[in-house]
């Protein structure tokens, strides 16, 4: 049986979906992404536009007649992608 998701590992999953997608995800397939119901992703993605590691660009297409949201990864949240990586690789070089 897996283990559940840490909260770190949660918000690193979420990041690491962005990049993936070229820095750019709409909300829904961000949701698919990273396997979490709309409610908690909503909630998570308040605390990243809080600590300023994704944004939410909103536009709006004359040709369709609506809005579109889009989970924009920033600088400091490719920032916390890298040193993740760092402590995830040094806790496995020793075991832990």
Do not use: C
């Amino acid at each position: 049986m897996a283990t559940r998701r840490s909260r770190l590992e949660l918000i690193y999953d979420i990041l690491l979906s962005i990049q993936n997608k070229g820095g750019r995800i709409k909300p829904t397939h961000l949701m698919y992404k990273s396997n979490l119901s709309h409610k908690l992703l909503n909630s998570y993605l308040e605390e990243l536009m809080q600590r300023e590691l994704v944004q939410i660009q909103e536009e709006f297409s004359r040709k369709k007649l609506k809005s579109t949201k889009t989970v924009v990864l920033t600088d400091k949240g490719i920032g916390f992608l890298a040193e993740y990586r760092r402590m995830r690789d040094f806790t496995n070089a020793f075991g832990l």
